[in-house]
């Protein structure tokens, strides 16, 4: 009897200790680390997939934890496709929730390359779910020192340690769609556009980057301007070429983008008197380039200013049709003026 009572109370014991184990590993999270990546499940994809994927993408400590729990639940039939935003710091249930959430219970919204963050507080207000004002408390107001906001994300995002003192956040709202869950909060939200900006900038541009001795702020900067300027890829390369050649030899950008973001006025067209507007941000000015990005600029705009064309080219202007007129000297570039401005 002792022998079976030892057999039965080493049985408990094991038992208790699997418990505890998958309880730990269920309930307690990977890490305590908030860094968040866009977790995606496509469509048809079963549990032992989307369990293999988080286990791979290290936001859980094993996938058979997760097998376990929603097996548990009787719920793996339930998981959805869609985009998610997730931590090693969110547990199972946590991590379960937000794909039992799918599709069907988030919000679309398609924030459009070179839109600045005036545009995305405004369209976030006009599909009511959030005031104006709130997508600031996290960004930074257009032109205004980034003083005072209530989270800085640069602990979690190394791309924007090489901002100015007090930058904000414009340029790296990375244009894209995105699916939201109804209880996402406006920092979250903004969490996932840097978290997708991220993805965007490769070991090999980084490096690229460096070797140029530009920081990425320069490059988004430049972006910035390229993504008001021109429309196609071809004509954003020769447009980057251009710009970084003036800046090179000390010349003005004079980007009538830059006057625009400043005036906020939709229109492409500036005054005489607005390019002596006395702002950091007036590249008709000043030299070199603006204190900061003007908008949120698309990867073909980002990857353009790390890989500008050279060119017999030192002027470009846009037709009202949207064409790219270039011009190798004054001369040709005020025929042009003439000829396309009226």
């Known amino acids: 009897m002792k022998t079976y009572a030892k057999i039965i109370i080493g049985f408990l014991l094991v038992a208790a200790c699997l418990l505890f184990f998958a309880w730990q590993g269920i309930y307690l999270a990977k890490s305590t680390e908030t860094q968040y990546k866009v977790f995606v499940v496509e469509k048809g994809q079963g549990l032992f997939q989307i369990a293999s994927n988080l286990e791979e993408q290290d936001l859980i400590k094993n996938k058979i934890f997760f097998e376990i729990y929603l097996t548990w639940q009787q719920k793996s039939r339930l998981l959805q496709a869609g985009k998610y935003l997730l931590s090693a710091s969110m547990s199972v249930p946590e ?26 507080a405004q369209y976030l207000e006009n599909k009511e779910m959030f005031q104006y004002y709130e997508l600031f408390e996290f960004t930074g107001f257009p032109m205004r020192d980034y003083t005072e906001y209530k989270e800085d994300f640069s602990s979690e995002f190394n ?35 840097l978290v997708n900006f991220d993805s965007k900038l490769t070991a090999d541009t980084r490096q690229e980057i460096e070797k140029q001795n530009k920081t990425i702020f320069d490059i988004v900067t430049m972006a910035s301007i390229i993504e008001k ?8 390369r020769l447009v980057s070429g251009i710009l970084w050649k003036r800046i090179e030899n000390n010349m003005p950008l004079q980007s009538c983008a830059t006057v625009v973001y400043i005036t906020n006025q939709k229109t492409t067209k500036i005054s005489i008197q607005d390019t002596k507007i006395d702002s950091p941000y007036n ?3 000043y030299r070199g380039l603006p204190a900061g990005p003007i908008c949120n600029p698309g990867e073909e705009s980002i990857l353009a200013a ?37």
């Open 95 to 120: 991590i379960a929730a937000e794909i039992l959430r799918g599709k069907s219970n988030q919000e679309k919204i398609t924030i459009i390359e070179g839109w600045d963050s005036r545009d995305i």
């Open 159 to 193: 791309f924007l340690q090489d901002r100015p003192k007090n930058a904000g956040l414009e340029g790296y709202l990375f244009p894209d769609t995105y699916y939201l869950s109804n209880e996402m909060s406006i920092e979250n939200i903004i969490r996932m556009m």
């Open 229 to 236: 300027e021109v429309r196609t890829q071809e004509d954003k």
């Open 283 to 285: 590249t008709y000015k």
């Open 306 to 342: 790390i890989y500008p064309e050279d060119s017999a080219f030192w002027y470009h202007l846009s037709t009202p049709e949207g064409e790219t007129i270039f011009s190798r000297n004054l001369e040709e570039h005020n025929i042009a003026k003439a000829k396309y401005l009226k």
